[in-house]
């Protein structure tokens, strides 16, 4: 069965970092794009970055391009998002995803597997 576990997550004072890693099992992760996503309180969902299937192609929202970085190591089945200068609006749950796809979207409704999430909190 496919899973994907989401990891990483925690409380970080505003300008702090954190690294999440997507964790996939029951499949390998070589053929599909992979997404992170986040949703605070009230608010959609929404694409945060994304990364194509070998890993060529990369985008972020622009909300935080420039402060995250996505890259996978298919050798591990793990995608990771790097986040830095962390500002308090970053704050959410953060969920990756897969799209059996070389290329990736920003599109929650492109993407059919799901993990289960973990909250980032930015707050001092």
């Known amino acids: 069965q496919l899973q994907l576990v989401e990891s990483g997550g925690g409380l970080v004072q505003p300008g702090g970092s954190l690294r999440l890693s997507c964790a996939a099992s029951?499949?390998?992760?070589?053929?599909?794009?992979i997404g992170w996503f986040r949703q605070a309180p009230g608010k959609e969902r929404e694409g945060v970055s994304c990364?194509?299937?070998?890993?060529?192609?990369?985008n972020y929202a622009d909300s935080v391009k420039g402060r995250f970085t996505i890259s996978r190591d298919n050798a591990r089945n793990t995608v990771y998002l790097q986040m830095s200068s962390l500002k308090p609006e970053d704050t959410a749950v953060y969920y990756c995803?897969?799209?059996?796809?070389?290329?990736?979207?920003?599109?929650?409704?492109?993407?059919?597997?799901w993990g289960q999430g973990t909250q980032v909190t930015v707050s001092s």
């Open positions: 995803a897969a799209r059996r796809s070389y290329y990736c979207s920003g599109q929650v409704s492109e993407y059919r597997d």
């Open positions: 990364i194509s299937r070998i890993g060529g192609s990369t």
């Open positions: 029951g499949f390998t992760l070589d053929y599909y794009a």
